[in-house]
């Protein structure tokens, strides 16, 4: 054991008093199993640290915080913990900032380090950024890749290789994903619609044939 260990405590070195053991943090690395300093003078040092390092004072609630409840800094609102994000990274369980607030802040660093959430999303998800979105969008004619309509907004990648294959409506990218990705259920849907739907067939120029399909059955006369 230390010699700073007494039988009934520990000294202290910054504030120099014997103290109980349970006045220490736990530390596995040190020979004692104790901290070095104190609680409460660990507390001052680590604040004095983050002052230095810019960080600021901790804010508290001016009220009391009941059960089943938490403190919001940034709105300095006490609300239920159902309007905190859950985390395992805290003690609590739950982040620092309320919902909106948790929101806000991720908004303004997304602006901030990739100059907008659009950006960051791209980035993220697809690898690209917004120029190459518009350039992609300016290749297809500012049209959707698939069906032609204007203004398409969503990009469609191979799940696979995560391979930008392009810029789809919101319609044609989610068809695709509910077909999933497969060339042989589309050309089966192609199929099936061939099938059940009637034909406009051009048979002279002007005159159409109007073919009924080859299965199915008609509606009720109650529907």
Known sequence: ??????????????????????EFHSNVRRSDGLAFYCKSCANVRSEQSRRKRGVQERRQSTEPVPPGSKWCPDCDTIKPLAEFAQTKSKASGYHSYCLP????????????LHGSSREYHLRRRY????????ELVAE????????????????????????????????CNGGLGQFRDSPEFLAGAITYLKGTTWQRT???????RISSPMRGRPPSRSS
């Not at 039988?7 to 109980?20: A, D, E, I």
């Not at 690898?127 to 518009?134: M, N, R, S, T, V």
């Not at 907004?153 to 810029?167: A, E, L, M, S």
């Not at 051009?202 to 159409?208: K, N, R, S």
């Open 140 to 171: 297809q004619g500012g049209v959707c890749a698939i069906c032609g309509g204007p203004d398409p907004q969503h990009v469609d990648h191979d799940h696979r290789t995560g391979w930008v294959r392009g810029i789809l409506c919101f319609n």
């Open 1 to 22: 054991m230390s010699d700073s260990l007494g039988s009934g405590g520990k000294v202290c070195p910054q504030c120099r008093r014997t103290l109980p053991f349970s």
């Open 127 to 134: 690898g690209i950024g917004q120029a190459e979105f518009d």
């Open 202 to 208: 051009l048979i002279h120029p002007g005159v159409y």
């Open 101 to 112: 607030c948790h929101n806000a802040r991720g908004i303004e660093t997304n602006i901030r």
